[in-house]
């Protein structure tokens, strides 16, 4: 029988696959990195996503929430509030929390303790979620502290600021002032919800802990280190 040539054998060795020479597990590899990078970027959005998840829990169509939602969003502003050991503090640091936010003059006045007051009772109301909710006044005006309002407010983030740059960013309800109301921020920065004037705190507080209860996989007490 007739032997094959030399040609044909290198040919033939030749067509043989070789190891590792196979486009299969380049495209495997280029899949998986496609899935890595899918996640890392689901990863990365979800806090994003949970929050709006959070806002549409209160659905205003549906009359579960007591606070008027604010679409669209509004940012923590660029300016910054004077502490009361005079350090400027940027508002957008105070992102990374809940906020319950109240603004009033500083010589504050039986409103203005009301709304401390319920701020203050609202985040004790919150047990051991309380953490991830600050209370926080925004003051204006030049006047100085009293020493009870300094005492009362001791666990309080107490901020002076401007007033016209302050109503460039939260807004009353169409007849009401500013200081009518309590303003939420989410830990993202941004103001989504605004309680009625004369506020009933057990609706308000429903409020807060379905909010706290929709966010609780992704929000965590505290700020993150700088």
Not at 42 to 63: I, T
Not at 73 to 101: C, E, Y
Not at 116 to 129: A, I, P, Y
């Amino acid at each position: 029988m007739a032997q094959p040539s030399d040609e044909a054998r290198v040919l033939t060795l030749h067509s043989l696959p070789q190891p590792g020479s196979s486009g299969l597990p380049g495209a495997a590899r280029t899949r998986a990195g496609r899935w890595k990078m899918l996640a890392l970027l689901l990863v990365c959005a979800a806090p994003v996503l949970a929050s709006y998840f959070s806002y549409h829990v209160l659905r205003p169509e549906g009359r579960r929430n007591y606070g008027e939602l604010i679409v669209p969003l509004r940012p923590l502003p660029a300016f910054s509030g004077s502490a009361a050991n005079g350090q400027q503090v940027a508002l957008t640091q105070l992102k990374d929390q809940w906020l319950l936010i109240s603004v009033a003059d500083s010589a504050c006045a039986a409103a203005c303790q009301r709304h401390l007051h319920l701020q203050r009772q609202l985040r004790e109301t919150l047990g051991k979620e309380k953490g991830r909710l600050d209370w926080v006044w925004l003051r204006t005006g030049a006047a100085p502290l009293s020493e009870p309002l300094q005492q009362a407010t001791a666990s309080a983030q107490v901020l002076q600021v401007d007033e016209q740059e302050l109503a460039g960013w939260l807004q009353p309800a169409p007849g009401q002032d500013l200081p009518d109301h309590l303003y939420l921020v989410d830990p993202q920065g941004n103001w989504m919800l605004r309680f009625p004037a004369h506020l009933d705190p057990q609706r308000a507080r429903r409020d807060l802990h379905r909010l706290l209860r929709a966010s609780s996989f992704w929000d965590q007490p505290g700020r993150p280190p700088p």
